[in-house]
């Protein structure tokens, strides 16, 4: 039968399987109520492609493998399977482990979502796919979270993923794709569709009734025509809901069978359309598999090969909703049965349908369930199969235990609220409660909302917890601290760490408790370099970043705050080790403080890259805050190097995701970028009004850390407004603290600052110290910094050759790095000498944008191109156009000379 109607959809989808063929893929959701003719529209659009033209991957998952682990991704893509081997590696590994064909670790979650890109793509390498995924509303949650990650990535490969869904049960990953919904059809197009199935029969009559009943939606036409009031719309205007008629008219139609088959056609609703294990259910409960012949002869099913296929899905639900409880327990017992030492997932699911009381010997199956999903980070299906655990538990305290549990897999599936009520029912906020459940909840309320409230619950899991979970809680606690910029917290934190430190004997608890509390000592104030170092010797020593991933972060964190060129080299190296092998949920944070650690260097190409991809990163996870904290870094460097427009659009972003979570931290972070922006701009007025209420904030706050401080610049600032005396005083008030920081950084800058203010006769001395203490840093930016303010004195004090060498060192490190504006600036000054300095032009890696970047950085270091897509979730096609768009920037044609580019420009 021709689609009737459809001519726009029929359209919209041809498009995108013309694109696919010609090399650019995409992707496109369908929705609809239930026989709107969602899979009709696919199954047309499908046969009207050329034989041989493309390769298509289609799976229709049945209801009952909902709760089944990645069983809609192993139909999906069981065709490329044998193409697994090709792929990356670490993300072979992943989906084998995934689809169990492979044992190992529990990869992250998106780690199956970036490797079924990398699959589909290899596939993709020998002819245009086509992706379908049907009924998507049942497909179990990790294979819809799998196929919408990499939905999201085929731009550039020649495939096309069609999804189609009920309206109202789309899962939460697929909203946000492109969409189109059928609705009913026209009045002309229903009327032909009656005339072309009944003619002018009984069953055609009453159409205009039959179509006001059904909104034209086809099934509904063609399955109430000629039922007892079909035309009727409920009266006075009332509607019906039209999937409850439809199954009301479907269990009539099984009324019309016998019996046994009846109960045949339940058995096969339930084995998932298995036949073989149809009949051998049936045998268990005595009735006959030949029911099936009666069941198809009426239409309802077709039997083919080894699977039974219902007409339409809502005849599948009617064969088991109207079958009797009793019944239905018994053949899920049957199932079960049959099932053992076969398909432990699918035993244990059947047995608890089977289970009517609490029965520790189901409970125990349905928690190893659990565990075995967890494994795959299937981790919504373990969630549920550990609260159906709980609720079987007959012991209260492995109740309370698997409740816990199932809240975790939520929490790392995704699934926030459903994570916060379980929390809710085992421990409510107001009545007892484990260190387990409160650091859970305290951790969503980090990530997903607030800080604040975070904070307090870390403090309540420490009160907790034994010693070595103490630390470590405390240490999480300490960095909550810090994102608020709350000193009086600081201070409480700080000092429980310190009283908890010395009961600790886990050597990951006692490096991260060493972290956290000399970090904080930097914070508050205290020369902490002795117990930094230490804390950076024993993370070293003791800390594996993919085993004890809550210490990743202080890998970066410590030597970020010694601020010296030495400390960290190796924990630096360990992190770049270790980055391609870290899930994609934890890549937003690693990337940041690796950004942050980079824009200290001369490698700004590379750290706006890292800013890039965490926020990228952090938007598609869903982290907000990680996402508002990679923004606030971005526009820190963005100040830096000129780029005054993206500077002011991250830094206003950022700082509206910040205030949304409290996170003080980066407020101020962005309010420091608009100031140094507006200090560089030579808008000496706004830069002294916006860093000063940035020192005052601090002040207020009592933050006792001069390196967030912005003392060095308010006094050139104020300085340049004709403020002599407030730049002075600040100068005099920066260099006391920096004095007891006592960390080379710190008293570079007090030194810059004090030789700005200092009188003719002084101000090379301070010069020449803060030179001597740059040496012992790895920031070259405030190093040039100190050379132009050296030779702007030089140049004022009428030592105009002097004043040159100064100004030229300055000049080479900002054009190396890429700060444009402060270049200009010290042209200018270096003009200003009486030497002629011809403009720089942008080229090199600084004309690529930072994804660009990434993908040259990668394939540079020798990388594949899978390698590289792998490393950055997105496919090979992806890269390839990526590199493309760079060999033309930098006029180069092969990766010996992307290299050499990318190594001369250092």
């Not at 990679?630 to 820190?636: D, H, P, Q, T």
């Given at each position: 039968?021709?689609?009737?109607?459809?001519?726009?959809?029929?359209?919209?989808?041809?498009?995108?399987?013309?694109?696919?063929?010609l090399?650019?893929?995409?992707?496109?959701?369908?929705?609809?109520e239930?026989?709107?003719?969602?899979?009709?529209?696919?199954?047309?659009?499908?046969?009207?492609?050329?034989?041989?033209?493309?390769r298509?991957?289609?799976?229709?998952?049945?209801?009952?493998?909902?709760?089944?682990?990645f069983?809609?991704?192993?139909?999906?893509?069981l065709?490329?399977?044998?193409?697994?081997?090709?792929?990356p590696?670490?993300?072979?590994?992943?989906?084998?482990?995934?689809?169990?064909?492979?044992h190992?670790?529990?990869?992250?979650?998106?780690a199956?979502?970036?490797?079924?890109?990398?699959?589909?793509?290899?596939?993709?390498?020998?002819?245009?796919?086509?992706?379908?995924?049907?009924?998507?509303?049942?497909?179990?949650?990790p294979?819809?979270?799998?196929?919408?990650?990499?939905?999201?990535r085929?731009?550039?490969?020649?495939?096309?993923?069609?999804?189609?869904?009920r309206?109202?049960?789309?899962p939460?990953?697929v909203?946000?794709?492109?969409t189109?919904?059928?609705?009913?059809?026209?009045?002309?197009?229903?009327?032909?569709?009656?005339?072309?199935?009944?003619?002018?029969?009984?069953r055609?009559?009453?159409?205009?009734?039959?179509?006001?009943?059904?909104?034209?939606?086809?099934l509904?036409?063609?399955?109430?025509?000629?039922?007892?009031?079909?035309?009727?719309?409920?009266?006075?205007?009332?509607?019906?809901?039209?999937?409850?008629?439809l199954?009301?008219?479907?269990?009539?139609?099984?009324?019309?069978?016998?019996?046994?088959e009846?109960?045949?056609?339940?058995?096969?609703?339930?084995?998932?359309?298995?036949?073989?294990?149809?009949?051998?259910?049936?045998?268990?409960l005595?009735?006959?598999p030949?029911?099936?012949?009666?069941?198809?002869?009426a239409?309802?099913?077709?039997?083919d090969?080894?699977?039974?296929?219902?007409?339409h899905?809502l005849l599948?639900?009617?064969?088991?909703?109207?079958?009797?409880?009793?019944?239905?327990?018994?053949?899920?017992?049957?199932?079960?049965?049959?099932?053992?030492?076969?398909?432990?997932?699918?035993h244990?699911?059947?047995?608890?349908?089977?289970?009517?009381?609490?029965?520790e010997?189901?409970?125990?199956?349905?928690?190893?369930?659990?565990?075995?999903?967890?494994?795959?980070?299937?981790?919504?299906?373990?969630?549920?199969?550990?609260?159906?655990?709980?609720?079987?538990?007959?012991?209260?305290?492995?109740?309370?235990?698997?409740?816990?549990?199932?809240?975790?897999?939520?929490?790392?599936?995704?699934?926030?609220?459903?994570?916060?009520?379980?929390?809710?029912?085992v421990?409510?906020?107001?009545?007892?409660a484990?260190?387990?459940?409160?650091?859970?909840?305290?951790?969503?309320?980090?990530?997903?909302?607030?800080?604040?409230?975070?904070?307090?619950?870390?403090?309540?899991?420490?009160?907790?917890a034994?010693?070595?979970?103490?630390?470590?809680?405390?240490?999480?606690a300490?960095?909550?601290?810090?994102?608020?910029?709350?000193?009086?917290?600081?201070?409480?934190?700080?000092?429980?760490?310190?009283?908890?430190?010395?009961?600790?004997?886990?050597?990951?608890?006692?490096a991260?408790?060493?972290?956290a509390?000399?970090?904080?000592?930097v914070?508050?104030?205290?020369?902490?370099?002795?117990?930094?170092?230490?804390?950076?010797s024993?993370?070293?020593?003791?800390?594996?970043?993919?085993?004890?991933?809550?210490?990743?972060?202080?890998?970066?964190?410590?030597?970020?705050f010694?601020?010296?060129?030495?400390?960290?080299?190796?924990?630096?190296?360990?992190?770049?080790?270790?980055?391609?092998?870290?899930?994609?949920?934890?890549?937003?944070?690693?990337?940041?403080?690796?950004?942050?650690?980079?824009?200290?260097?001369?490698?700004?190409?590379?750290?706006?890259?890292?800013?890039?991809?965490?926020?990228?990163?952090?938007?598609?996870?869903?982290?907000?805050?990680?996402?508002?904290?990679?923004?606030?870094g971005?526009?820190?460097?963005?100040?830096?190097?000129?780029?005054?427009?993206?500077?002011?659009?991250?830094?206003?972003?950022?700082?509206?995701?910040?205030?949304?979570?409290?996170?003080?931290?980066?407020?101020?972070?962005?309010?420091?970028?608009?100031?140094?922006?507006?200090l560089?701009?030579?808008?000496s007025?706004?830069?002294?009004?916006?860093?000063?209420?940035?020192?005052?904030?601090?002040?207020?706050?009592?933050?006792?850390?001069?390196?967030?401080?912005?003392?060095?610049?308010?006094?050139?600032?104020?300085?340049?407004?004709?403020?002599a005396?407030?730049?002075?005083?600040?100068?005099?008030?920066?260099?006391?603290?920096?004095?007891?920081?006592?960390?080379?950084w710190?008293?570079?800058?007090?030194?810059?600052?004090?030789?700005?203010?200092?009188?003719e006769?002084?101000?090379?001395?301070?010069?020449?110290?803060?030179?001597?203490?740059?040496r012992?840093?790895?920031?070259?930016?405030?190093?040039?910094?100190?050379?132009?303010?050296?030779?702007?004195?030089?140049?004022?004090?009428?030592?105009?050759?002097?004043?040159?060498?100064?100004?030229?060192?300055?000049?080479?490190?900002f054009?190396e790095?890429?700060?444009?504006?402060?270049?200009?600036?010290?042209?200018?000054?270096?003009?200003a000498?009486?030497?002629?300095?011809?403009?720089?032009?942008?080229a090199?890696?600084?004309?690529?944008?930072?994804?660009?970047?990434q993908?040259?950085?990668?394939?540079?270091?020798?990388?594949?191109?899978?390698?590289?897509?792998?490393?950055?979730?997105?496919?090979?096609?992806?890269?390839?156009y990526?590199?493309?768009?760079?060999?033309?920037?930098?006029?180069?044609?092969?990766?010996?000379?992307?290299?050499?580019?990318?190594?001369?420009?250092?």
């Amino acid at each position: 039968m021709t689609l009737l109607g459809r001519a726009a959809e029929q359209e919209t989808v041809s498009r995108l399987l013309a694109s696919a063929r010609l090399g650019s893929g995409g992707v496109l959701t369908i929705i609809g109520e239930p026989g709107v003719g969602k899979t009709s529209l696919l199954t047309e659009a499908l046969a009207g492609v050329p034989p041989g033209d493309v390769r298509v991957l289609r799976v229709t998952p049945a209801e009952a493998e909902g709760n089944l682990p990645f069983a809609a991704l192993h139909a999906l893509v069981l065709p490329a399977l044998p193409l697994l081997d090709d792929i990356p590696a670490p993300q072979a590994a992943a989906l084998g482990t995934a689809l169990s064909l492979r044992h190992g670790g529990g990869p992250d979650r998106f780690a199956i979502g970036a490797a079924t890109l990398s699959l589909l793509s290899r596939y993709a390498d020998d002819g245009p796919v086509v992706v379908v995924l049907d009924d998507v509303q049942w497909a179990d949650q990790p294979s819809v979270d799998a196929v919408a990650f990499a939905a999201r990535r085929v731009r550039n490969d020649p495939i096309a993923i069609l999804i189609a869904g009920r309206s109202a049960e789309v899962p939460e990953p697929v909203r946000g794709l492109p969409t189109i919904e059928l609705g009913g059809l026209s009045p002309e197009a229903a009327a032909q569709l009656l005339d072309e199935a009944f003619g002018s029969s009984d069953r055609r009559r009453d159409a205009d009734g039959l179509y006001r009943s059904t909104g034209g939606n086809p099934l509904a036409l063609l399955e109430l025509a000629g039922e007892p009031n079909a035309g009727d719309d409920g009266g006075a205007g009332l509607p019906r809901t039209l999937p409850d008629r439809l199954q009301r008219t479907f269990a009539r139609r099984l009324e019309a069978l016998t019996p046994d088959e009846r109960t045949v056609a339940m058995v096969a609703a339930m084995a998932g359309d298995d036949l073989r294990l149809t009949r051998a259910a049936c045998g268990r409960l005595g009735v006959d598999p030949a029911g099936l012949d009666g069941a198809a002869g009426a239409g309802l099913i077709a039997v083919d090969g080894g699977h039974v296929t219902f007409r339409h899905p809502l005849l599948r639900a009617a064969a088991y909703g109207s079958a009797r409880p009793e019944l239905r327990r018994r053949a899920h017992l049957a199932l079960a049965d049959e099932l053992a030492g076969v398909d432990a997932d699918r035993h244990a699911w059947h047995l608890a349908a089977a289970t009517t009381h609490l029965d520790e010997s189901v409970a125990a199956l349905l928690a190893e369930l659990g565990h075995r999903a967890g494994v795959r980070t299937a981790f919504t299906v373990a969630s549920t199969a550990f609260e159906r655990a709980a609720r079987l538990s007959p012991n209260p305290g492995d109740s309370h235990d698997r409740l816990i549990a199932a809240a975790h897999a939520a929490w790392a599936g995704g699934q926030r609220v459903r994570a916060l009520a379980l929390l809710d029912e085992v421990e409510p906020p107001s009545g007892p409660a484990t260190a387990t459940g409160t650091e859970l909840r305290a951790t969503i309320a980090v990530r997903s909302g607030s800080a604040r409230e975070g904070l307090g619950l870390l403090e309540r899991a420490a009160d907790l917890a034994d010693p070595d979970q103490r630390v470590l809680i405390l240490a999480e606690a300490w960095h909550a601290c810090m994102y608020l910029a709350d000193t009086g917290a600081m201070r409480r934190i700080d000092a429980r760490l310190a009283a908890a430190l010395p009961f600790a004997t886990d050597p990951v608890a006692r490096a991260v408790g060493l972290a956290a509390s000399g970090t904080a000592g930097v914070l508050l104030g205290r020369d902490s370099t002795v117990l930094l170092r230490d804390a950076v010797s024993q993370l070293a020593d003791h800390v594996d970043p993919l085993a004890h991933p809550a210490a990743l972060p202080w890998l970066l964190l410590a030597p970020l705050f010694l601020r010296d060129a030495d400390g960290g080299g190796e924990l630096r190296t360990l992190v770049d080790r270790v980055r391609a092998r870290v899930g994609v949920g934890a890549l937003p944070n690693l990337l940041f403080h690796v950004a942050r650690d980079q824009a200290t260097t001369n490698a700004w190409d590379r750290a706006a890259a890292n800013y890039d991809e965490a926020a990228r990163l952090a938007r598609e996870t869903g982290q907000g805050g990680e996402l508002a904290m990679s923004l606030a870094g971005l526009a820190c460097l963005e100040a830096r190097s000129g780029r005054a427009g993206q500077c002011r659009e991250h830094a206003a972003d950022a700082l509206a995701r910040c205030q949304e979570r409290s996170i003080r931290f980066g407020e101020i972070w962005c309010e420091l970028a608009v100031g140094e922006l507006a200090l560089s701009e030579g808008r000496s007025a706004e830069a002294v009004q916006r860093l000063g209420a940035v020192a005052a904030r601090l002040d207020d706050d009592q933050v006792g850390d001069p390196d967030l401080h912005p003392g060095p610049d308010l006094v050139d600032a104020l300085l340049r407004t004709g403020d002599a005396g407030a730049a002075a005083e600040l100068a005099g008030a920066f260099a006391a603290a920096a004095t007891v920081n006592g960390r080379p950084w710190t008293l570079a800058r007090a030194d810059r600052a004090l030789g700005l203010i200092a009188a003719e006769d002084d101000f090379e001395a301070h010069f020449a110290s803060a030179l001597a203490h740059h040496r012992h840093t790895r920031d070259e930016f405030e190093t040039a910094r100190t050379h132009l303010a050296y030779g702007m004195r030089l140049r004022r004090a009428g030592r105009r050759v002097d004043a040159r060498a100064s100004l030229r060192a300055a000049l080479a490190s900002f054009d190396e790095l890429g700060a444009r504006i402060w270049a200009a600036n010290t042209r200018t000054e270096l003009e200003a000498t009486g030497e002629h300095v011809p403009p720089r032009e942008a080229a090199g890696p600084g004309a690529l944008t930072p994804q660009e970047l990434q993908v040259c950085l990668l394939l540079a270091e020798g990388r594949t191109t899978r390698e590289a897509a792998a490393a950055l979730f997105l496919s090979p096609k992806t890269i390839e156009y990526h590199l493309r768009k760079a060999y033309t920037k930098l006029a180069i044609h092969s990766r010996d000379e992307l290299a050499t580019a990318l190594r001369d420009a250092g």
